[in-house]
């Protein structure tokens, strides 16, 4: 029931970055690579450049920024996925992010696409039944995140 939950109310955003997801784990099973190496040297980017992220989110400007934990992972996880997908495509004969295997192509495709179709027909789902929802303790998804509530503060600070 969380995962129903959860895909009804992903944001447009989430659903984008899920499919990056997806067609990295596509690529990554077709393309594994199980040397040290390779995994070492992207989770050694992935901490400098993951750090260096979060530093300029959080701490940059005049105002501090509490990121929510997922935030804070994605931001490390991106460098690591980003690295590691370089390093495993490279000399396959891959034009930008794409496989010179159709198939391949498809495969990552069809994959956002179902989860694509799946999240809008839970979000079409819930809007027919919003009472339903309420009757069962489940909150709008205005009023949560990942998290949990959220909080919305706007200062004037110049």
Known sequence: ??????????????????????????????????SPRLWLT???LSLII??????????????????????????FMMPFCVSSFSALVKGKGFFLIFSPNFNEVLIAVGLCALLCAT?????????????????????SPSATSEEGPVEIRMTNDK
């Open 119 to 139: 999240v809008a027909f839970l979000k079409r789902r819930q809007k027919r039944l919003p009472r339903a929802s309420a009757r069962s303790g489940l909150a």
């Open 1 to 34: 029931m969380k995962l129903i939950h959860y895909l009804a109310n992903l944001s447009k955003g989430r659903l984008i970055l899920w499919c990056y997801f997806i067609w990295y784990l596509v690529v990554l099973a077709r393309y594994f690579d199980p």
């Open 50 to 75: 993951g750090f260096a992220l979060f530093v300029s989110t959080t701490a940059a400007g005049d105002a501090k920024v509490k990121l929510e934990r997922w935030q804070v992972i994605r931001l």
């Open 42 to 44: 992207s989770l050694g």
